[in-house]
């Protein structure tokens, strides 16, 4: 079979989501490496989230299939209905397709861990993990902005929380 | 809670409409919404009918007896005719997503709409407050207060690493959106707003237009917002903004200032014929309206115009809507119609601030 964007042989062959539709495409490595590329820088400047995601690089039609097949246990939402709306079904779905989301969050956001308010339900002892994800980053804020005396404050508050944590745990 | 009949409210006008608050010649409204949703439901698009029902009840029973400062109203939107679902988003108290959407939904607010709580939007629950001026602390310290008086009552979806949950993963985290309002007609008017528009694009931030309906800002409003919602903690994603708002105001008074200084006739020339084409048109666009009475907004705070306070010319703004139109003259009209009510409103609004002016 031959390339589909220049003469030479393919030898890879990509299956693509397209509006809810499969579409193949052949592709020799050379334009295969090229087309992956594109998958991933282009990937931000879409608007809708499922559109975001593309095929991750290396992904033939045996993986992509897999993806298909998942489905969120509690809302039965698939991935490919995600795919298409760019909308999850309930909270489940966060834990169902975890792995396919973080990149796609990474993408959006630049990051994958939530660093704001923490609901005061939660149990003691994951907020105060949480309180150290969050001090962290306000550390490394506080360097880059060489404000070093709110970065010695913000040590200061990071070790002691740090001792707490471990003095739990060994309990 | 009393019913409110909502032709009451048109006699009202908005805490934020007050023209008060910090830079308020330059920045509109400051605005805080969050995005919440029960952890007991899935997210609305996999909720028939009966799911979404429960919902509305759930919050509806939570938050109808908050204490948020003033009396509450409530409003089945979906029970509500096209007009005053219109009339709500010009008044800023839904969004037009939930005006447009189906099924039972609702909204809350606060006698001075400064506080409001859409129900069945995207989320099940999103929380607003809105203030007059660049007054983002003010926002979110209401907010966050009123997040923690409905979180003693509601478990809400949450994960250790995510975050909020959110029906579109481009909330997760956070839930947050800031934004705040801008009215920027000198740099519009020098083409300068490019400028702003890209570099605001580089710390990902995002503008829209307030009352256009595409991506084109009438009246020269523009509402600029935060993009990202998680990885960053609420203050920072409000410092972002804090830090980038005083200098977009510094630009428009400085390009401001030079119009007055290098073209003052011209500029006083243009302000007075829009005020002059309010006061007397006889049929009059929403567009062309919107247009005119920007001009006539920088007029005023230029000192060029001295006849006409701040609060009046922001409430013509929304009065001059269509919903709001019909609402006032208690009629449905067409858009023909509109224009000539539009027209006679301006006429009668404006000639008040004349004394000598026959109406
Ligand atoms: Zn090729
Ligand atoms: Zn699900």
Not at chain 1, 38 to 66: F, H, N, R, V, W
Request: charged share 25%; proline share 3%.
């Amino acid at each position: 079979m031959k390339c589909h964007r220049c003469p030479k042989v393919a030898t890879l062959h990509i299956t693509e989501i397209v509006k809810g539709e499969p579409e193949e495409l052949h592709l020799c490595e050379d334009c295969a490496q090229q087309y992956l590329a594109q998958a991933t820088t282009g990937a931000g400047t879409e608007e809708s989230a499922g559109g975001l995601i593309k095929s991750p690089s290396g992904m033939g039609d045996l993986d992509l299939a897999e993806l298909e097949k998942l489905v969120c246990p509690t809302c039965k939402l698939t991935f490919r209905e995600f795919r298409n709306s760019g909308r999850v079904g309930c909270a489940h779905c966060y834990s169902a397709f975890r792995d396919e989301l973080l990149p796609l969050l990474e993408n959006i956001h630049g990051e994958t861990h939530h660093c704001g308010k923490f609901p005061k339900r939660a149990p003691d002892d994951s907020q105060k993990r949480f309180q150290l994800i969050k001090l962290r980053n306000d550390l490394r804020l506080a360097v880059a902005e060489e404000s070093y005396e709110e970065a010695a404050r913000l040590r200061d508050q990071i070790q002691d929380l740090e001792h707490h944590l471990s003095q739990e745990t060994a309990e | 809670m009393p019913v409110v009949d909502l032709n009451e409210l048109i006699g009202t006008r908005g805490e934020w409409m007050q023209g008060k608050g910090p830079e308020s010649d330059i920045v509109m409204s400051s605005r805080i919404r969050l995005a919440r949703n029960l952890v007991q439901f899935p997210f609305l698009t996999r909720c028939d009918e009966t799911v979404r029902g429960e919902i509305e009840r759930t919050l509806r029973k939570q938050v109808v007896d908050l204490t948020l400062g003033g009396q509450l109203t409530y409003f089945d939107v979906e029970q509500l005719e096209g007009v005053d679902r219109q009339f709500l988003v010009e008044r800023q108290l839904i969004s037009r997503e939930l005006a447009e959407s189906h099924g039972s939904r609702g909204v809350c607010f606060t006698e001075g709409e400064s506080v409001s709580l859409m129900l069945n939007e995207e989320d099940h629950l999103r929380i607003q407050v809105l203030r007059s001026g660049f007054d983002l602390d003010g926002c979110w310290n209401e907010i966050n207060r009123i997040d923690d008086l409905l979180e003693e009552r509601l478990a809400f979806a949450f994960d250790e690493q995510l975050g909020f949950l959110t029906a579109c993963p481009t909330n997760v985290g956070t839930g947050i959106r800031v934004s705040v309002l801008m009215h920027l007609p000198a740099l519009v008017l020098t083409k300068e707003i490019q400028k702003v528009f890209q570099a605001l694009q580089k710390i990902s931030l995002a503008v829209r237009g307030l009352y256009g309906e595409g991506s084109q800002a009438m009246g020269d409003f523009y509402q600029i917002s935060n993009q990202i919602t998680l990885g960053k903690s609420e203050d920072q994603l409000l410092k972002n903004l804090r830090d980038v708002v005083p200098s977009i105001i510094g630009y428009e008074r400085k390009v401001r200032g030079a119009l007055v200084e290098d073209n003052r006739q011209a500029l006083h020339d243009k302000i007075s014929r829009a005020y002059g084409t309010l006061k007397s048109a006889q049929s009059i666009s929403s567009e062309e309206t919107m247009h005119l009475l920007s001009s006539v907004r920088m007029g005023v705070n230029l000192g060029l115009i001295d006849d006409l306070p701040i609060p009046t010319v922001n409430e013509l703004f929304m009065h001059t809507q269509p919903a709001h139109l019909q609402k006032l003259r208690r009629s449905n009209l067409d858009s023909a119609d509109r224009n000539v009510a539009r027209a006679a409103y301006l006429r009668q609004r404006l000639a008040i601030a004349q004394p000598g002016d026959q109406n």
